[in-house]
Every structure is written in structure tokens, then in C-alpha cells.
């Protein structure tokens, strides 16, 4: 199997990950596999999951491991979704009470098989975990369920405290990277409504770059997540998870980075965490505590 | 006693066919190691990682060279731990 090249690695310093020592990492990984729960972390190759899963810390994935859409720069199974385990919101519950979580993000893959888009299923494990540890905090980061206004509404009701959903590029890109069944204006609408429904509820969103968009373009993505009255946004560098998915066109520089929050902060009234290993739920639990959610 | 250095099982790539690769030792051959410093670059497509010394001693064998591919269950290289 070993085919040598002279390549080292392409790339550059700050897109490096430790891989810390064995112990509460190992602790969790078991844990997770015994139990049978799928943590976004893993379905999508994160390269933080090592760091956080020894900060006792991971996103659970909702709904099954299998994608209805297609996007191309995911590394989360497509094809048809699997059934719903119903012995789900337990395992969720008895992985937070065993991780002593105190910061809860549940995601979902996109379930457009289901009427409701899976929201009932989300809802209730919210709502489970808000009576069984109401001192702890919820952050949901679910799909669009193609606008559908009554899901929405379904996950508004059951109380998250933070609710996100991710535009994950500028406009333009939008239809190369995204399934087609997504839009970037749709994701907006989602956000706004999300407002509109529950005030108090934070909404949060995040996009990735390094995907060939335009230093304008992202900025003008920002006033376009303020203008919506977003309280939270996450920008990431995209990684190629595999040769499967889209290349990465550039490697965003830590100040290229640096720049994009403090523009935020002197121009908009979102906050803005922006950083080469930022993802939508990395520290969430640190980021909402400093933005007293 | 020779230690074998792999990944460690959590830190694996989920798909089989991720390719990963030594872009970097960061010791030599016949260093003595301390356990939890930087040991080797390794990379997949999607980003470098850095894996530590898992056990202290001296670095008496690289398997996997600078540039080479090779299974996330392979050894990568053996750490000799009684000559410490």
C-alpha cells in the first residue's frame, strides 16, 4: 500500500490538528460507540472532534447518519435515510447525564422523506433535555425543511436556546456547493422566521470559505445575516474531506480571518467567530457564555 | 520493549479508503522521545494532523517515511522503551 511520493504536506502551518493523548478522548469515543450515537464530529471527518471530544464535548447527528441531499462539499452519507431510532432521545439523554455536558448541540442530516422533515422527532428530544437538566443549555442546528413554516415552528416551541442554521457559503456559490434544493435566500427566509416566531430564541449561522468567493462577497453575506437580525455567525476554512467532495481553492489566512470579526463588530450588530478551525459548533458552549446566551 | 506507534483507534479516519500520509517526522531516527511532544505530521485530504509520543524512550525504528502512504491501522514506527 505504500506508494511514495515526494509530497509533504500541502497544507499550510495553521491547518494543523494535534491529536491529543488518549484518555477522556478514548473515554468518549468508547462511550459513543457502545451506545450507538452518531456525532456529526465523526460522520463528517471533523479534524476538531479529536480536541473536543477530550473536552468532553461532541454534536450529536439526529435522524440517521444518511443525507437526503446532495451536497458537494459534505462528507455525511447521501442516499435514502434510514429509519428513525426511536430509542433515540434516551441515548441522548444518558449521553449528556454520562459526558456531563453542560452545553447540548444536537444537529440533524435533512430528512425530506419525512413530512414534517424530522422536526417532531428534534422537538421532543429538546424538550426532553430542557425538563431533565433545565439549567443546562440547547443549541439546535438543523435543515431548512424547505421552508416549511409549521416545522419551524415545531423546534421555535420546544425552547432551544440557541437556534442555528447555516447558510454555509455566499450567494453566488450557493448552487455549486449546496444541494439544489437549497437556496441561500431560503436560508435567510428560515433565520428571519426563526425571529419572527421567538424573539428571545439567539439564531445563529455559519458558512465556510475557501470555496472561491470574493472578500466583498463575504461581507456581503454578513450585512445580509444582520439585515435578518442574526445574533451569532460562525465562518470556517472549508476542508476537502475526502477527494469526493469539492477541492478547496484557497487557504484563508488567520488575519484574513481576524479581519472579517473585527469588521463585523465596528460595522454590524452580529457577532461574529471567524477562524481557520472555527466550525458552526466549535466551543459553542464558550462562544454563547461570552454573548450571555 | 519495542512499542509499536499507530494512530490512535479514536483518532482514525471513519472510511477505509482515506488515504493518509507522513509528510513530516519530527524527530530522527535514534532520538530519545518524551511522551506527550510532537512526533509526526501525518496528513489525509481534508487536513495535517500531529500525533504525540505515546511512551517515552528512543526512536529505534521508522517504518513509514516522509512521503509515503500508508493504513490507518499500519505502524508507523517503534519506539524502544527500555533503553530509555
Redesign the interface.
Known sequence: ???????????PSW????????GE??K???FLNDMGISTVC??A?C?NR?EC?SRKTATFLLLGEVCSRKCSFCAIKKGTPTMIDLQEKDKIVKAVEVMELQYIVLTMVTRDDLPDGGAEHIAEIVIELKNKFPERKVEVLVSDFQGNVSSIKTIVDSKPDVFSHNVETVERLCSQIRDSKYSYNLSLEVLRKIRELSPEIKTKSGFMVGLGETNDEVLQTLKDLDNIGCSIVTIGQY?????KQVPVLKFVTPEEFRFYEDWAEKKLSIKVIAGPEVRSSYHADFWCKENEV | MEYFVR?????K???A??KV?V??WLYKLNDTVQK?S?LV?I??????????V?VSGVLSKIL????????PD?SICIIDTATE
Open positions: 500500500m505504500n506508494c511514495k511520493t515526494n509530497k509533504k504536506s500541502s497544507f491547518i494543523r490538528f494535534r491529536i491529543p493523548e488518549s478522548l478514548s468518549v469515543h468508547l465523526k460522520s471527518l479534524p479529536l471530544w476542508l476537502q474531506p475526502t477527494t | 494512530i490512535p483507534e479514536e483518532a479516519p471513519d472510511e479508503d482515506v500520509q509528510s513530516q506527550g510532537d505530521e496528513c489525509t485530504d481534508k487536513a495535517a494532523y500531529v500525533i504525540t505515546p513509514i517515511e516522509e512521503g509515503q502512504y500508508f493504513s499500519d
